[in-house]
């Protein structure tokens, strides 16, 4: 049986590290399981993609479609039409696709329509409901056309069957992206800057800002910078800057001296940072996930999530998009009644091993 793996952009490496780890192990035992790594090229910058695949182990993709920066339907077609080409040339027998990328959605709908390819959603059946976002839009247009809903959450499984997906499509397995961060765990690396900004565990922030909502517009960005230097007391708020948000910070410029803007960092070096934090800030679904199983207090600038049980359960919570709503949050934090969270049912690092044998199961194979 041949699989193929898509990745396109940042968070996607992280969820597929642990799923090609999984099949290489069925194969080895001799299960008849073959995979091809697409990378689609939406993230190519070293910082955004390279380093990710060095850390994570992860091997050299075997096709890289090379699609690129460009508008939403620009970045789509490419993907599609390179996609596309691969499956006409060489078909697979199942594509497995995760979260909710541009190129999560592209590679479903082109693997879907060349002789109805399997399509296997990772972190399927999540949604904000908000549908100004892109990923929202690749989430529902994804999970229309899956064959097989690997989850996260009974949330997820729920947000399934109201759309009348049958329970034996829905394989409620947890998160891949925490069989990374545990397997990673012990190899996070403390950044060469730790000491030259005089950094100390639980007495910094890091923050992470890359949603349109948030980032595209000069004066939202702005006061959203100045509250939370503001808000922070004087500690170093460590700030690893996305490509999309440099590009505005150039336009605006950036104040507040306790504010270190750096560029984008490596996985173990991001979470060595978050782990010793005292807060993270960010408007990113999966530092969510990581904050909660890492037991960090996380606020989150948006005013939805798709990620419910990292509010019910774990250590994060809504602040909202209004800037006004930063000072009392930070206050929160400060007086030390953040909540103290717990982890969510499954995400306990085994994950891609449960999905793995699910496929195996699905399609019948047999150890030789
Ligand atoms: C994408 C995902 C988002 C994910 C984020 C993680 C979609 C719709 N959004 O958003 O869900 O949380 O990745 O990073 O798929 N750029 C570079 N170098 C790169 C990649 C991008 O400079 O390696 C620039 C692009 O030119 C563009 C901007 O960053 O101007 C945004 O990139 P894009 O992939 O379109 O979306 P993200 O905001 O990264």
């Given at each position: 049986?041949?699989?193929?793996?898509?990745?396109?952009?940042?968070?996607?490496?992280?969820?597929?590290?642990?799923?090609?780890?999984?099949?290489?192990?069925?194969?080895k035992?001799?299960?008849?399981?073959?995979?091809r790594?697409?990378?689609?090229?939406?993230?190519?910058?070293?910082?955004?993609?390279?380093?990710?695949?060095?850390q994570?182990?992860?091997?050299?993709?075997?096709?890289?479609l090379?699609?690129?920066?460009?508008?939403?339907?620009?970045?789509?077609?490419?993907i599609?039409?390179?996609?596309?080409?691969?499956?006409?040339?060489?078909?697979?027998?199942?594509?497995i696709?995760v979260?909710?990328v541009?190129?999560t959605m592209a590679?479903?709908?082109?693997?879907?329509?060349?002789?109805?390819?399997?399509?296997?959603?990772v972190?399927?059946?999540i949604?904000?409901g908000?549908?100004?976002?892109?990923?929202?839009?690749?989430?529902?247009?994804?999970?229309?056309?899956?064959?097989?809903?690997?989850?996260?959450?009974?949330?997820?499984n729920?947000?399934?069957r109201?759309?009348?997906?049958?329970?034996?499509?829905?394989?409620?397995?947890g998160?891949?992206?925490?069989?990374?961060?545990?397997?990673?765990?012990?190899?996070?690396?403390?950044?060469?800057?730790w000491?030259?900004?005089?950094?100390?565990?639980?007495?910094?922030?890091?923050?992470?800002?890359?949603?349109?909502?948030?980032?595209?517009?000069?004066?939202?960005?702005?006061?959203?910078?100045h509250?939370?230097?503001?808000?922070?007391?004087?500690?170093?708020?460590?700030?690893?800057?996305?490509?999309?948000?440099?590009?505005?910070?150039?336009?605006?410029?950036?104040?507040?001296?306790?504010?270190?803007?750096?560029d984008?960092?490596?996985?173990?070096?991001?979470?060595?940072?978050?782990?010793?934090s005292?807060?993270?800030?960010?408007?990113?679904?999966?530092?969510?996930?990581?904050?909660?199983?890492?037991?960090?207090?996380?606020?989150?600038?948006r005013?939805?999530?798709?990620?419910?049980?990292?509010?019910?359960?774990?250590?994060n919570?809504?602040?909202?998009?209004?800037?006004?709503?930063?000072?009392?949050?930070?206050?929160?934090?400060?007086?030390g009644?953040w909540?103290?969270?717990?982890?969510?049912?499954?995400?306990?690092?085994?994950?891609?091993?449960?999905?793995?044998?699910?496929i195996?199961?699905?399609?019948?194979?047999?150890?030789?």
């Open positions: 049986m041949l699989i193929d793996i898509i990745a396109g952009a940042r968070p996607n490496f992280i969820k597929i590290a642990p799923i090609i780890a999984a099949i290489e192990e069925q194969s035992e001799g299960v008849d399981m073959q995979y790594l697409v990378h689609t090229g939406q993230h190519y910058d070293k910082k955004m993609s390279g380093d990710f695949f060095e994570l182990n992860i091997p050299a993709p075997h096709y890289n090379e699609a690129g920066s460009g508008t939403q339907a620009e970045q789509t077609g490419k599609m039409i390179g996609y596309e080409q691969l499956l006409l040339a060489q078909p697979c027998d199942l594509c696709v979260g909710d541009t190129s590679c479903a709908i082109a693997a879907k329509k060349v002789n109805n390819i399997k399509v296997a959603h972190e399927g059946g949604r904000s908000d549908l100004t976002m892109p990923e929202e839009i690749n989430r529902i247009v994804t999970d229309s056309i899956t064959d097989y809903f690997f989850t996260t959450s009974e949330v997820a729920e947000n399934l109201k759309a009348g997906v049958g329970n034996d499509k829905i394989f409620f397995v998160n891949t992206m925490i069989d990374t961060l545990y397997q990673q765990m012990p190899h996070f690396i403390k950044p060469a800057f000491d030259n900004y005089n950094l100390k565990d639980r007495q910094y922030i890091v923050m992470t800002l890359h949603r349109p909502n948030n980032v595209d517009n000069k004066e939202i960005l702005k006061e959203i910078l509250e939370i230097v503001k808000a922070s007391n004087g500690l170093p708020v460590i700030f690893p800057v996305h490509p999309r948000t440099s590009k505005m910070l150039d336009v605006i410029g950036i104040e507040g001296s306790n504010l270190l803007k750096i984008p960092l490596s996985y173990l070096e991001f979470n060595y940072l978050v782990k010793n005292k807060a993270v800030i960010t408007d990113s679904g999966g530092i969510t996930e990581e904050a909660t199983v890492l037991g960090v207090p996380c606020m989150t600038l005013d939805s999530t798709e990620r419910p049980e990292t509010c019910t359960i774990g250590t919570e809504l602040i909202g998009t209004d800037p006004v709503n930063i000072g009392p949050a930070f206050a929160k934090l400060f007086s009644a909540k103290k969270g717990s982890i969510p049912e499954l995400w306990d690092g085994k994950t891609a091993g449960r999905i793995v044998s699910r195996a199961d699905i399609f019948g194979l047999h150890k030789l």
